[in-house]
């Protein structure tokens, strides 16, 4: 990907531990990360607080702006009703990130920003093909960039900064129906 100078990006972030690796490529990348933090997905408003605050902690290690949507779950869950039961990675997490990164590309051009992404890729649990070819659909007004943070040892990196920084770490992708099948430890 060509160099980007000083270009914003308002990147989707899921919580402080995805974060922190998208961020600092980012800005290596010639990007000025603005950091969007909508996750009506999560189960109840303390985990939102949870997360809220290792995002606060992680944006103010890398002195970017963020930006936070306001906690809707009910309108998750009337977005998933009757897809409760659908596995992990199934249609009900297709319609979850569909939304998230729909509110992300409103939000981009409120806000006059020419490019958005997600950290939500930098996790093995998620599909990197499927995640692009819906942050390409929505594209309105806004450039879904494609960057699979995963490459280069991402995901150990971002890991490792959170340990650094001592933030909160989660074991679940955050609905409550997540729960029924808890993410593995990562190292």
């Known amino acids: 990907?060509?160099?980007?100078?000083?270009?914003?990006?308002?990147?989707?972030?899921?919580c402080g531990i995805c974060s922190g690796y998208p961020i600092s490529l980012l800005k290596e990348m010639g990007y000025e990360p603005v950091?969007?933090?909508?996750?009506?997905?999560?189960?109840?408003?303390?985990?939102?607080?949870?997360?809220?605050?290792?995002?606060?902690?992680v944006c103010m290690y890398h002195w970017?702006?963020?930006i936070v949507e306001d906690y809707r779950h009910a309108e998750f869950l009337e977005k998933v009703r009757g897809l409760e039961n659908e596995p992990e990675r199934g249609k009900r997490c297709d319609v979850c990130i569909e939304m998230r990164l729909k509110q992300t590309?409103?939000?981009a051009k409120e806000l006059g920003i020419k490019y958005f992404t997600t950290s939500l890729?930098?996790?093995p649990h998620k599909n990197f093909a499927k995640i692009t070819e819906t942050g390409k659909r929505l594209e309105d007004g806004a450039e879904y960039i494609a960057i699979d943070f995963k490459k280069k040892d991402g995901f150990l990196?971002?890991?490792r900064l959170s340990k650094d920084l001592g933030i909160y770490r989660q074991n679940y992708c955050g609905c409550e129906f997540s729960k029924r099948v808890p993410l593995p430890e990562t190292k």
């Open 105 to 107: 590309v409103k939000k």
């Open 1 to 14: 990907m060509e160099q980007s100078k000083n270009k914003k990006i308002l990147i989707h972030a899921c």
């Open 121 to 123: 890729v930098i996790s």
């Open 157 to 159: 990196k971002t890991n």
């Open 64 to 66: 970017v702006d963020l």
């Open 35 to 57: 950091v969007y933090f909508c996750n009506s997905n999560l189960d109840t408003e303390e985990e939102f607080a949870r997360r809220l605050e290792a995002q606060k902690i």
